[in-house]
Nanobody
Framework: QVHLVESGGGLVQPGGSLRLSCAAS????????MDWYRQAPGKERELVAT???????NYPDSVKGRFTISRDDATDTVYLQMTNLKPEDTAVYSC????????????WGQGTQVTVSS
């Protein structure tokens, strides 16, 4: 059974930093690209970072230069380092396991709240 568990969310002041973690179990981690999404109240879910199995990364302009996604295939964990946080980054952040092969199941974590406020 696929299981993703996020941690590291919390309250931070504008300009501050947080690092989110997402630990995976029940999957062959190397066969998955990993994504971080966020959803703020009243807004659509937004993809904020992607890392492929080959560790290629991609970000939308809204977070480029401030967010960094990384993965540790030895521990089946993906990270999201967030710096220079802004109030508009406030959202529930969730990780998503995106399989490279069609017959593999995808999976979502339960989400972790990030609040940027003074």
């Amino acid at each position: 059974q696929v299981h993703l568990v996020e941690s590291g969310g919390g309250l931070v002041q504008p300009g501050g930093s947080l690092r989110l973690s997402c630990a995976a179990s029940g999957i062959n981690f190397r066969l998955y690209a990993m994504d971080w999404y966020r959803q703020a109240p009243g807004k659509e879910r937004e993809l904020v970072a992607t890392i492929t199995s080959d560790k290629n990364t991609n970000y939308p302009d809204s977070v480029k230069g401030r967010f960094t996604i990384s993965r540790d295939d030895a521990t089946d964990t993906v990270y999201l380092q967030m710096t220079n946080l802004k109030p508009e980054d406030t959202a529930v952040y969730s990780c998503y396991a995106n399989p490279n092969l069609g017959w593999l199941s995808d999976a979502w974590g339960q989400g972790t709240q990030v609040t940027v406020s003074s």
